[in-house]
């Protein structure tokens, strides 16, 4: 069974600043890892995912995360927040290769990521 | 509509009665699911549905849920005799056969009274 752990339900951060979203999980094969985000009124969208392939993953709007097995992490980082980037901000797991599983996502609780003036 | 698309956006019902929740997804994916967000929680698997057929449904909690897909693309979620602890935001969301990348409703709120 695979879990998923976002340390931190709330995250404020100053404009141009370090964003760091937390992301741990558990699983027994070398999983599929994913970041989406959910902006207010919208629904859940696709930022970056890992797949075995490079660790270090790049997604939209200026956000990477990397994989590092030996921390069971998949922290998501952009180097200088935006306003625009306040949202909330779900990691999720998939088993690999995961059968017919194609979206039987585990989600993390969330991270809601404030972004100040 | 370019995305996926639920109705209604917000039900409110009153305990014991019958709900059902529809989701038309993009056109063209194949694959179409249904989650369950509970406030202050991540989404949680309910259903798959490859075509017509429900290819993984290990996520509905009890025989009150059940989901239909009859043509292939439109999907209704139901759910009988509705309870308080079913109050939640359902998402839909559809893809192509590619794992994990999925594109999600705006979700239909449930309020059970």
């Known amino acids: 069974a695979q879990s998923v752990t976002q340390l931190g339900s709330h995250v404020s951060v100053s404009e141009g600043a370090l964003v760091l979203l937390r992301c741990n999980y558990s699983s027994s094969v070398p999983p599929y890892l994913f970041w989406y985000v959910q902006y207010p009124n919208q629904g859940l969208q696709l930022l970056l995912k890992?797949?075995?392939?490079?660790?270090l993953v790049k997604g939209i709007n200026g956000f990477e995360a990397e994989f590092k097995k030996s921390e069971t992490s998949f922290h998501l980082t952009k180097p200088s927040a935006h306003m625009s980037d306040a949202a909330e901000y779900f990691c999720a797991v998939l088993p690999s290769p995961g059968g017919t599983s194609y979206g039987k996502l585990t989600f993390g609780q969330g991270t809601i990521l404030t972004v100040h003036p | 509509g370019a995305g996926v698309s639920q109705t209604p956006s917000n039900k409110v019902t009153e305990k014991g009665k019958y709900v059902e929740l529809r989701c038309d997804p993009i056109s063209g994916h194949t694959a179409l699911y249904w989650y369950r967000q509970s406030l202050g929680q991540g989404p949680e698997f309910l259903i798959y549905?490859?075509?017509?057929?429900?290819?993984?449904d290990s996520g509905l909690p009890n025989d009150r849920f059940f989901a239909v897909r009859p043509e292939g693309s439109v999907s209704t979620l139901k759910i009988q005799r509705t309870e308080r602890g079913d109050s939640a935001v359902y998402l839909c969301?559809?893809?192509?056969?590619?794992?994990?990348?999925?594109?999600f409703g705006e979700g239909s709120r449930l309020t059970v009274l």
């Open positions: 969301a559809s893809s192509f056969p590619t794992r994990g990348e999925l594109f």
């Open positions: 549905f490859q075509g017509t057929g429900a290819a993984d």
């Open positions: 890992y797949t075995s392939a490079a660790t």
